[in-house]
């Protein structure tokens, strides 16, 4: 590295490498900063909680997808905060100088607070939840199986997922379907009568910002799927044995995934600025810092508003913000005028398991094979490496004609 420009972004996420990416080749230095060493592609996290897919497809080794990037250096470490007078980015390996700064750190499990929920639920944020989940899951059938009080074993059989998004729709739909379509062989002497997929949703309806239509058509293919939807319904407690709902009714369970709620991840408190909305932080329509303007805020951790709602924390719009942030630090090296973001919103989709999603793009409605078909390319090519997504298409193959998931070990006592 040789240039007299240093840009530092913080985070290897979905915006942070795409900024990365945007400096290739230009007259500033890029030093990227993560506390892990891999790019992770979070929309398939429920694959491998569900057995599906191994954690090594879906996460990437950041040096891997920069190797051929000369103006790059990578620093695998935690940040701990940033002193925006001296310039300075405070890490645990020490501090970091930089002319332009992009904070991408992204988000982290939010349990509102609920004390008893953040000690017995099993949140699905990074590839260590989603292991502990698969690993959760394939115990409880294990224990079941060497059950002989019925009540003990129904509760070991009883899975509620919190939180009707598309993690919490999704990671449904999959569960029940590895239940009943491939554990049901491992375990044919366990009556799987018993087993209850639960999904609970605080709000009126599933997917929210879908057409109700959609939303409609996604509680009837969970239905489908023998998952029990429950709207307008809201967690209270979890003990770790015995959920409790704010109506005071009670189901005993082992098992509470819980994808309710995020919120910007925890160095966004550490920065001495003001939070808005689930800990986000404000920035300018440039994606800028009001008070410091050589700091850029994108993807989860920023909040900016566009036709007088948040931007949603979602992947595209951390990507398009990485095309933009990249696009202005290199337009107010050259002294021109930065441009505002603008959100090109390509449509949402969400998968509800084999042959069943339900997507909306630019006005248009699709719902069951269609629409799964698009679920599937789309998310195919996001990932990132061609072994990969050989072997995820290979996965996906197996699973599709022969119902066997690849990854059904329980690889922690
Ligand atoms: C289970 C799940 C499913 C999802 N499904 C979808 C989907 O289907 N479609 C969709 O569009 N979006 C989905 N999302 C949301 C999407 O993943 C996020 O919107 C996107 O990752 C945001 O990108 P980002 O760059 O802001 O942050 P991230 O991609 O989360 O990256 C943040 C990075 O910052 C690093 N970091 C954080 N703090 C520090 C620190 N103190 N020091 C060093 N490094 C740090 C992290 O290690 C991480 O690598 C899903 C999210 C989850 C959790």
Same mark, same amino acid.
Not at 28 to 44: A, E, G, S
Not at 283 to 289: D, E, F, I, R
């Given at each position: 590295?040789?240039?007299?420009?240093?840009?530092?972004?913080?985070?290897?996420?979905?915006?942070?490498?795409?900024?990365? %990416?945007?400096?290739?080749?230009?007259?500033?230095?890029?030093?990227?900063?993560?506390?892990?060493?891999?790019?992770?592609? %979070?929309?398939?996290?429920?694959?491998?909680?569900?057995?599906?897919?191994?954690?090594?497809?879906?996460?990437?080794?950041?040096?891997?997808?920069?190797?051929?990037?000369?103006?790059?250096?990578?620093?695998?470490?935690?940040?701990?905060?940033?002193?925006?007078?001296?310039?300075?980015?405070?890490?645990?390996?020490?501090?970091?100088?930089?002319?332009?700064?992009?904070?991408?750190?992204?988000?982290?499990?939010?349990?509102?607070?609920?004390?008893?929920?953040?000690?017995?639920?099993?949140?699905?944020?990074?590839?260590?939840?989603?292991?502990?989940?698969?690993?959760?899951?394939?115990?409880?059938?294990?224990?079941?199986? %060497?059950?002989?009080?019925?009540?003990?074993? %129904?509760?070991?059989?009883?899975?509620?997922?919190?939180?009707?998004?598309?993690?919490?729709?999704?990671?449904?739909?999959?569960?029940?379907?590895?239940?009943?379509?491939?554990?049901?062989?491992?375990?044919?002497?366990?009556?799987?009568?018993?087993?209850?997929?639960?999904?609970?949703?605080?709000?009126?309806?599933?997917?929210?910002?879908?057409?109700?239509? #959609?939303?409609?058509?996604?509680?009837?293919?969970?239905?489908?799927?023998?998952?029990?939807?429950?709207?307008?319904?809201?967690?209270?407690?979890?003990?770790?044995?015995?959920?409790?709902?704010?109506?005071?009714?009670?189901?005993?369970?082992?098992?509470?995934?819980?994808?309710?709620?995020?919120?910007?991840?925890?160095?966004?408190?550490?920065?001495?600025?003001?939070?808005?909305?689930?800990?986000?932080?404000?920035?300018?329509?440039?994606?800028?810092?009001?008070?410091?303007?050589?700091?850029?805020?994108?993807?989860?951790?920023?909040?900016?508003?566009?036709?007088?709602?948040?931007?949603?924390?979602?992947?595209?719009?951390?990507?398009?913000?990485?095309?933009?942030?990249?696009?202005?630090?290199?337009?107010?090296?050259?002294?021109?005028?930065?441009?505002?973001?603008?959100?090109?919103?390509?449509?949402?989709?969400?998968?509800?398991?084999?042959?069943?999603?339900?997507?909306?793009?630019?006005?248009?409605?699709?719902?069951?094979?269609?629409?799964?078909?698009?679920?599937?390319?789309?998310?195919?090519?996001? #990932?990132?490496?061609?072994?990969?997504?050989?072997?995820?298409?290979?996965?996906?193959?197996?699973?599709?004609?022969?119902?066997?998931?690849?990854?059904?070990?329980?690889?922690?006592?």
């Amino acid at each position: 590295m040789k240039n007299t420009i240093h840009v530092v972004i913080i985070g290897a996420g979905f915006g942070g490498l795409r900024t990365a %990416q945007k400096l290739a080749g230009k007259s500033v230095d890029v030093t990227l900063i993560d506390k892990r060493n891999y790019h992770l592609f %979070q929309p398939l996290l429920y694959q491998v909680a569900t057995a599906g897919i191994s954690p090594h497809e879906i996460a990437y080794p950041v040096r891997a997808i920069f190797q051929k990037q000369k103006n790059f250096e990578f620093l695998m470490t935690r940040v701990n905060g940033v002193d925006f007078e001296r310039r300075t980015v405070l890490t645990d390996q020490g501090d970091v100088t930089y002319d332009y700064l992009v904070i991408a750190a992204g988000a982290s499990v939010n349990f509102f607070g609920n004390a008893s929920l953040e000690q017995n639920a099993l949140p699905l944020k990074d590839v260590s939840d989603a292991v502990d989940v698969r690993n959760h899951v394939l115990r409880m059938f294990e224990l079941a199986a %060497q059950e002989p009080d019925a009540r003990q074993r %129904q509760a070991l059989l009883t899975f509620v997922a919190v939180g009707g998004g598309p993690t919490g729709v999704e990671t449904a739909g999959a569960l029940s379907e590895l239940i009943r379509l491939v554990l049901r062989r491992d375990y044919p002497r366990l009556d799987l009568s018993s087993v209850r997929v639960l999904l609970l949703e605080a709000a009126g309806a599933l997917l929210a910002g879908l057409p109700p239509t #959609l939303q409609r058509s996604a509680v009837q293919e969970l239905s489908a799927k023998h998952v029990e939807v429950h709207l307008n319904t809201k967690v209270k407690d979890y003990d770790g044995k015995v959920v409790t709902l704010d109506d005071g009714t009670q189901i005993d369970t082992q098992t509470v995934l819980w994808s309710a709620g995020v919120q910007a991840a925890s160095l966004m408190g550490k920065l001495g600025l003001e939070q808005v909305n689930s800990g986000r932080v404000k920035v300018l329509p440039s994606l800028q810092l009001p008070e410091h303007p050589t700091v850029y805020v994108i993807g989860d951790a920023a909040y900016l508003e566009e036709h007088a709602k948040p931007l949603p924390m979602l992947a595209p719009v951390a990507v398009q913000q990485g095309e933009r942030a990249a696009g202005n630090i290199l337009a107010d090296i050259r002294k021109e005028p930065l441009k505002p973001f603008n959100y090109m919103n390509l449509g949402t989709m969400t998968t509800i398991g084999r042959n069943a999603a339900v997507a909306h793009s630019f006005g248009i409605k699709f719902r069951g094979f269609p629409a799964w078909v698009v679920w599937l390319v789309v998310h195919l090519v996001g #990932l990132i490496g061609f072994r990969n997504r050989l072997i995820v298409l290979i996965n996906w193959a197996w699973d599709y004609f022969f119902y066997d998931r690849a990854v059904r070990l329980i690889t922690r006592e």
